[in-house]
């Protein structure tokens, strides 16, 4: 992430960080399970990180997704980010990390994911905030408020 536009101090984009950061270790943590001849435990944390994917996609997509891509400016961004989500589902739901093929995919798709996550958080977040009006941030933060449900705390507005 920049530092530099100040986005990743907006309450919403933040909640969006903290997530990348959290599928991202749990990712780590498990390619670090194989190394280690672990492949339980490693499959435990790849379902961690399905299921933490599950809950960030939805409130990214039905949220500032939705607001940012009903722009043509952003739409085919949008549209690629999507795109990109979808083809890590798909491979999550299907991997076998007993199989020597699916252990080197994913550690493939560990290294998509961190040019993913930096599409959204050098290039998609900081357009958001000259981007999105007072409503469309209330859309955007009440979308991750449905995704995460038992989440404590208010994002506040920025």
């Not at 039905?62 to 979808?86: K, P, S, T």
Request: proline fraction near 4%; charge should be negative; glycine fraction near 10%.
């Amino acid at each position: 992430m920049c530092h530099y536009c100040g986005c990743h101090e907006i309450p919403l984009i933040k909640e969006f960080i903290a997530e990348h950061e959290s599928v991202t270790d749990t990712a780590g943590d498990a390619l670090r399970a194989l190394d280690r001849g672990d492949p339980d435990r490693a499959v435990e944390l790849v379902t961690r990180m399905g299921r933490e994917l599950i809950a960030h996609w939805q409130g990214e997509e039905d949220g500032l997704f939705a607001v940012m891509g009903g722009d043509a400016e952003y739409a085919g961004y949008i549209d690629a980010l999507v795109r990109e989500h979808r083809e890590l589902a798909a491979f999550l739901e299907r991997v076998d990390l007993r199989r020597a093929g699916d252990v080197v995919q994913l550690r493939e798709a560990v290294d998509e994911l961190h040019g993913h996550i930096a599409k959204e958080e050098d290039g998609l977040f900081p357009a958001s905030l000259t981007a999105l009006s007072g409503a469309e941030w209330d859309r955007s933060m009440a979308a991750w408020r449905a995704a995460h449900p038992d989440a404590p705390g208010d994002l506040g507005r920025p």
